[in-house]
């Protein structure tokens, strides 16, 4: 299980998240949506301490880490959270100097030490999962976004992370590619994978998510099923957001 | 035989000689370990704490600002009048170390500044450290870019080895200063040195093309993957 408690995040007199407490269990899946700038990447990536909270408290599994106003986390207590965590971004990030299989690979080999074999055999086996083991010895610079994205997949589940945190990991992409990576994000939401990912993809968050959270100016507005947030929005400004964007995605 | 031709036929031996013994062993080292100072400098200078990285800026301002023949000679001339003395070989050493040290620094650092942002923070979700990610993600492809401006030092670092002469190591140049002194010929000695440098960083430049191959062999440009 993951838990945010009370998390607030500034840059300076900015305030980008405000008191947010949110729990995922586990085998849940969420879908963080919102204006730009109303702070759902910003809370994802503090789930992975990418992005410190200024004050708060992580938990992912048994590791809890807390925040207070001025004082540094640990460098091994963040560390501990991050091995927990795989996360994809907007822009795949693979790593060019490596072939897929070794992008798949990299974190098994100098994280957690496994033999070359055992990491080979892991890093394939995920590539299959996400239909991509012919291009296995592929470099990152000669797939699509669409195939770089379903090995970033492949990448951030190397480690059977407690949690995949997807960063609009579909925005990159011209929407036929990205109906392939919502086919994989589906696929690992119903064996189980707890997920969370901050998108403005409606289709991939009514698709694969059963909690939507809604953000705005860096306070949840509105939490609930997809159905209920995309269809019958209790908020007046969550029923404003739905319907501009289900407009613009049915142009 | 041309005069010309036998003159520089006789000298050859001679001047072979100096580059194998001092020119080459003085440009491969000074590189080497005036790489790995600057590797040392970029970084302390991007992620040192202040004082260390006001350290290696200072560093770098004092080298990149003085001539590197001033240098050689408060080293060599300079040094001994406060009880540091050294050999002629090891004082150009230290002064080419400290020259490549200072301009490589500032390629790596820029070098390592190109690698976008998102790289170190993709290392550090995989969940390594600072090392590891600098290590196996950030430098493999600060290495890449860093490449054809590094190799424009080594190649400017063959010729300036001919600076040494100056402070009486017996390279290369120094041999045919050498010559010249006995033949009278200075013309066609110091054209013969000229083209044996040619051919030494004419090998350079190949061996980097072989380099740059080497490291594209994964293919299009860094962006495509930003």
């Known amino acids: 299980m993951i838990e945010l408690r009370n998390i607030e995040k500034r840059f300076g007199e900015a305030i980008i998240l405000k008191d947010v407490s949110l729990t995922f269990p586990e085998g849940s899946v969420t879908a963080l949506v919102g204006p730009s700038g109303g702070g759902k990447s910003t809370l994802l990536r503090c789930i992975n301490l990418l992005e410190q909270p200024t004050s708060g408290c992580v938990r992912v599994g048994s590791d809890t880490v807390e925040f207070h106003p001025g004082r540094k986390a640990r460098w091994q207590d963040i560390q501990k959270i991050r091995r927990q965590t795989g996360m994809v971004f907007q822009n795949f990030q693979l790593f060019p100097h490596r072939t897929a299989i070794e992008n798949v690979m990299e974190g098994l080999l100098v994280v957690q030490r496994w033999t070359k074999e055992k990491a080979a055999a892991r890093a394939m086996e995920l590539l299959q999962k996400v239909g991509m083991a012919h291009k296995a010895d592929a470099w990152p610079a000669n797939l699509s976004g669409g195939q770089q994205q379903r090995i970033a997949i492949a990448r951030a589940l190397a480690p059977s992370p407690q949690v995949l945190l997807c960063d609009e990991p579909t925005s990159a992409l011209d929407p036929e590619l990205a109906a392939e990576v919502v086919d994989v994000l589906g696929q690992l939401a119903r064996e189980g994978t707890t997920m969370v990912m901050a998108t403005h993809d409606l289709r991939l968050a009514s698709q694969v998510s059963n909690q939507v959270v809604f953000l705005e100016a860096g306070k949840v507005v509105e939490t609930g099923e997809p159905e209920t947030i995309f269809r019958s929005p209790r908020n007046e400004r969550t029923r404003q957001f739905v319907s501009s964007i289900s407009a613009a995605q049915a142009l | ?226």
């Open chain 2, 1 to 226: 035989m041309p005069h010309w031709l036998q003159l520089m036929l006789d000298s050859l031996p001679t001047l072979l000689w100096a580059g194998i013994r001092f020119t080459i062993p003085l440009t491969l080292l000074s590189f080497a370990l005036g790489l790995t100072l600057g590797l040392v400098t970029a970084v302390a200078r991007l992620f040192g704490p202040a004082p260390i990285s006001a350290l290696a800026r200072f560093y770098v301002w004092i080298i990149r600002g003085t001539p590197l023949l001033v240098q050689l000679f408060v080293i060599f001339y300079g040094l001994p009048s406060i009880g540091v003395l050294l050999d002629a070989f090891p004082a150009a050493l230290i002064g080419f170390t400290l020259n490549v040290g200072a301009y490589t620094s500032e390629i790596i650092r820029a070098a390592i500044t190109s690698v976008p942002k998102g790289q170190w923070e993709a290392a550090y979700s995989t969940g390594m450290n600072w090392q590891q990610a600098m290590r196996r993600t950030i430098l493999p492809q600060a290495a890449r870019v860093s490449v054809p401006p590094l190799s424009n030092t080594f190649i400017s670092l063959v010729k300036d080895t001919s600076l040494a002469a100056a402070i009486t190591v017996p390279e290369l140049f120094q041999a045919a200063q050498r010559i010249v002194a006995t033949t009278y010929e200075p013309l066609i000695l110091y054209i013969q040195a000229a083209l044996m440098y040619l051919v030494l960083s004419s090998v350079l430049s190949a061996l980097q093309s072989r380099l740059e191959v080497r490291f594209s062999r994964y293919g299009g440009q860094m962006e495509s993957s930003r």
